[in-house]
């Protein structure tokens, strides 16, 4: 059974910086994709960034390139998101992905889902 459980969110200023972790049970082979997704209110989940779990492929939304760092952690099997320069915008329930497929941008199809963290920057 695959899990993925995030965690690190939280209300930050304007400028700051958060780091979100999610960690994984159940995910069997390295070659997974893990993305982060974000939803605001009102607003569809859009892709925020993705890393292979071999680490040697990533990808960002434009919005956040320069600002957002995904990693990855084989033996802790955690994924990271460290976010800099946060801006209001940024607002959103951050979410966990994972599948088999590398390279896709859509939520729709992402198959398993962690179940969200809350980040807040306030201007």
């Known amino acids: 059974q695959v899990q993925l459980v995030e965690s690190g969110g939280g209300v930050v200023q304007a400028g700051g910086s958060l780091r979100l972790s999610c960690a994984t049970s159940?995910?069997?082979?390295?070659?997974?994709?893990m993305g982060w997704f974000r939803q605001a209110p009102g607003k569809e989940r859009e892709f925020v960034a993705a890393?292979?779990?071999?680490?040697?492929?990533?990808n960002y939304a434009d919005s956040v390139k320069g600002r957002f760092t995904i990693s990855s952690d084989n033996t802790k099997n955690t994924v990271y998101l460290q976010m800099n320069s946060l801006k209001p915008e940024d607002t959103a329930v951050y979410y966990c992905a994972a599948d088999i497929t590398w390279g896709i941008v859509s939520p729709l199809l992402y198959e398993y889902w962690g179940q969200g963290t809350q980040v807040t920057v306030s201007s």
């Open positions: 159940g995910l069997s082979f390295s070659g997974y994709a």
């Open positions: 890393v292979r779990w071999s680490g040697d492929n990533t």
